[in-house]
């Protein structure tokens, strides 16, 4: 039976060495110095030359490991500041740690907030502005007489008139009335708020745009069929009541265009958009106050801060022992004996 060929590690000087340092996390126990930690030493063992002014050797190898041991605790403090400055940018780029505190998981109103923490305003459907639909919604809830006209919409609803004389649907035909806006904008609006389950916000006139040129290719592409079938049936002679029926359809929808029956179920969008606003409002100043309470709280891993603890303390009681010995090491030695007499 053949044997197995045992697979071993590097063999190489290089390959050895990145193999040494597989599992080096952030350095602390390693017992080469970096850079960083060597101009450390150099400074700390000046510093304590100056001031215990060493005279044996032994003097000056405790100087060198004090000076070490100091560096290392200074490394070992940086890198937990480091971390938790981590964790706290972790927390920044992830709303939805907040959102979860909060309670708050999915809904128009989470997506109001988050787009409002980010570009530092709300993007509202067909370039209203808040003022705008506060007053429209003002209205509206005022509003207490039938209205079934334009002119009486224009007479007690003059913010919406102002908003739909400056708003163009896409597919909207020039001359609309004010009603078949109307219509069309209550139309997006609902399918927004309620089936969405999202608010598009700044990208909303991007993907009306695209869907509105979808629609007209389709709707050429349609022209195009009806002309064809226009010459074929041309030597019909039952082409004329088909005639009245597109004819009869044109004008049931243009009654549909002026039936102010309708009206209250159009205006009920501006309703519930301005109902999610303030909500929004509510939920940014909330999500603020939750986001500065985590981030002053934010806290290491249970098993990296029990690591880095045994580390301060370990590297802690060898500084104190050092200075210690070093102390003990002065008083013994006659020189200094002589020099405080």
Known sequence: MATRKKVGGPVTVAGKARSAQN????GITQAALGSTEQAAVADYILELTNYYDPQSPLEKLQIERIAIYRAKLARLYQVEQVRLELVRKELSSSPDLVFRRLGVLSGV???MTLEYIQEGKLHLPFGLVPKQLAAIDAEIKANTVSIESEAQLQKQLPSLCVFLKGYQPLEADPSATLLSKLQLVSKQLNRELNTL???LGKWRDI????VWAKEQLVSQKAQEDEIEMKELMRHVSSSYPMKEERRTRK????????DFSLLPNYLKGFGELQNYCKEAEQLVERFIVAKNLMANSVMLPVQESDLLLRYQTTLERRLSATIGELLEIQKRNPVQVASEK
Do not use: G, Q, R
Request: glycine residues 0%.
């Open 251 to 258: 004008n049931a929808a243009n009654d549909a265009n002026n």
């Open 109 to 111: 109103v989470k997506s």
């Open 23 to 26: 599992s080096l996390k952030h």
């Open 207 to 210: 993907i009306e745009h695209y």
């Open 197 to 199: 389950d999202t608010f």
